[in-house]
């Protein structure tokens, strides 16, 4: 018997794999009433860290209505984003979201691996321990409503943080051993 899963895809860019029996809305609020007039035993909200902050805002409102509606405050509830965020992350968290789902370089979304992996308790995708490999020192600024500049706060904001040391040090376990990390430049 196929999961019966709801799948809110904010974001037209992602792709969408090994489509199992799933309902597709593409509003946060058509996810609030899907989620509150049926049965799901799992939801996933699909979109991008680029999107425009309002719609972040949205989406973590979305988190919390789901996680404190009588009727869906049981069902799994999973973000799945283009790459990690820890601003957006923590907001999740804060609203009651357990699981984070990083869709990486490819974009796309599989709602039966990703139920699978949830079924299966596989810890990979807690929201803690995302949180937990993603420096705590990562400084998002917005520079208009659909892009934001990433600085390091260990190193006062003078650094932009991309391309490599963002994805290879700043977003991984690997900036617990990172010179700024370990020696946070807060007093100068």
């Known amino acids: 018997m196929q999961p019966k899963i709801l799948v809110c895809r ?21 996810c609030l009433f899907a989620a509150t007039t049926a049965s799901f035993e799992l939801i996933i909200i699909c979109f991008s860290t680029r999107n425009r902050r309002s719609l972040r805002d949205d989406i973590v409102e979305l988190c919390h209505c789901l996680k404190s509606h009588p009727v869906s405050e049981e069902v799994r509830v999973t973000a799945s984003m283009d790459r990690p965020h820890r601003d957006m992350i923590r907001r999740m ?19 039966g691996f990703i139920f699978n992996r949830l079924t299966h308790a596989d810890g990979s995708m807690r929201i803690d321990r995302i949180l937990g490999q993603l420096c705590p020192f990562l400084t998002y600024r917005p520079v208009d409503d659909g892009n934001e500049l990433i600085s390091c706060g260990a190193y006062r904001n003078r650094m932009v943080l991309g391309g490599g040391r963002l994805h290879h040090v700043c977003e991984t376990a690997g900036h617990a051993y990172c010179e700024y990390f370990l020696n946070p430049r807060d007093r100068e």
């Open 10 to 30: 904010l974001h037209e860019r992602i792709r969408i794999e090994n489509r199992v029996d799933c309902q597709w809305v593409r509003s946060p609020l058509c």
């Open 93 to 111: 968290a804060d609203a009651g979201l357990d699981f984070v789902h990083i869709q990486g370089e490819n974009g796309s979304v599989d709602p």
